[in-house]
T-cell receptor, first 112, second 108 residues
Framework: NAGVTQTPKFQVLKTGQSMTLQCAQD?????MSWYRQDPGMGLRLIHY???????DQGEVPNGYNVSRSTTEDFPLRLLSAAPSQTSVYFC???????????FGEGSWLTVV | AQRVTQPEKLLSVFKGAPVELKCNYS??????LFWYVQYSRQRLQLLLR??SRESIKGFTADLNKGETSFHLKKPFAQEEDSAMYYC??????????FGDGTTLTVKP
């Protein structure tokens, strides 16, 4: 089972460039989220979605956009990369609140 | 707003010793609490959830609403328990809040 798949695994960007982190899940989960993981700061919620066509902001949404045109896909767009966005990004999905969260393997992003 | 606090960033114990990873939360509603674990070079995965009241890999966690805590315990730590542990709180709205994580090292 693929579960939650993220691409790319590693990326280096120059300041000001834009890019999209892809996330797909094959479990037909309604809820999907993007987190960033920084040393000493745990996991912080960037954006989340409770179903196709519905997205909302998390704790740290600035500089990121999301869309949810299908149940399976939840891409995260960096509009104009900044060094402060250097982090590890995790996509996650779950069937409904209170159920287990399934995580992707993570995407390591460096902005220089 | 909900909040999860894991007061220890690093925790080191010897093999066979008891271990307790602390988690405190603040939330005005009825909380759903979880522990997730990230072993080296692996993705985050569920360790246990309070609603199932089960023991996984020898770990247990009891929800104490009076103290707003959900501490993770194991009576005899093993080297393979070395990992990063996250406490997480769910709301009905589908948002999950994670603590900052505790890195557990079990020394031989």
């Amino acid at each position: 089972n693929a579960g939650v798949t993220q691409t790319p695994k590693f990326q280096v960007l120059k300041t000001g460039q834009s890019m999209t982190l892809q996330c797909a899940q094959d479990m037909n989960h309604e809820y999907m989220s993007w987190y960033r993981q920084d040393p000493g700061m745990g996991l912080r919620l960037i954006h989340y979605s409770v179903g196709a066509g519905i997205t909302d902001q998390g704790e740290v949404p600035n500089g990121y956009n999301v869309s949810r045109s299908t149940t399976e896909d939840f891409p995260l767009r960096l509009l104009s990369a900044a060094p402060s966005q250097t982090s590890v990004y995790f996509c996650a999905s779950r069937e409904m609140p209170g159920n287990t969260i399934y995580f992707g393997e993570g995407s390591w992003l460096t902005v220089v | 707003a909900q909040r999860v606090t894991q007061p220890e960033k690093l925790l080191s114990v010897f093999k066979g010793a008891p271990v307790e990873l602390k988690c405190n939360y603040s939330y005005s509603g009825s909380p759903e609490l979880f522990w997730y674990v990230q072993y080296s070079r692996q993705r985050l995965q569920l360790l246990l959830r309070h609603i199932s009241r089960e023991s996984i890999k020898g770990f247990t966690a009891d929800l104490n609403k009076g103290e707003t805590s959900f501490h993770l315990k194991k009576p005899f730590a093993q080297e393979e328990d070395s990992a990063m542990y996250y406490c997480a709180l769910d709301t009905n709205a589908g948002k999950s809040t994670f603590g900052d994580g505790t890195t557990l090292t079990v020394k031989p």
